[in-house]
């Protein structure tokens, strides 16, 4: 029994410790500078291109 709560403790640990470098990572990011990118890179505008095929009939060999 001595062993299983050993393991208890030890996975515990590890899980907080885990949980509190989630947070510090999660802040870290957060205090960046985001800024979203300029619009005149965006020179042309976006082509949409579009390809259809129809089968009006099909024959059997």
């Known amino acids: 029994m001595e062993r299983s709560k050993l393991i208890a ?3 515990g640990a590890i899980s907080v410790i885990l ?4 947070l ?4 870290l990011l957060d205090y960046r ?3 979203p ?3 005149s890179q965006f020179d042309q505008a ?3 291109i579009s390809h ?3 089968i009006d009939k099909v024959t059997k060999v």
């Open 9 to 11: 403790i030890l996975t």
């Open 19 to 22: 949980a509190i470098a989630y």
């Open 24 to 27: 510090i990572l999660v802040q």
């Open 33 to 35: 500078d985001m800024k």
């Open 37 to 39: 990118a300029p619009i």
């Open 46 to 48: 976006p082509a949409i």
């Open 52 to 54: 259809f095929w129809q």
